[in-house]
């Protein structure tokens, strides 16, 4: 009997420290500030 494809699950992308902080900034600021996600992006990324 042949056997079935198997799926595959994606490999998880490993953060960079400066991706990692991006993230965890527009985290906060939607989450703790109520920000919609693309504003907290936003700003997130003109973070320096």
Do not use: H, N, S, Y
Not at 21 to 29: G, K, L, N, S
Not at 31 to 42: E, I, V, Y
């Amino acid at each position: 009997m042949p056997q079935l494809p198997q799926q595959q699950t994606p490999a998880r992308k490993v953060l960079t420290d400066r991706e990692d902080a991006f993230e965890e900034r527009a985290a906060i600021m939607e989450f703790d500030g109520g920000m919609p996600r693309r504003l907290a992006g936003f700003l997130a990324a003109r973070w320096r």
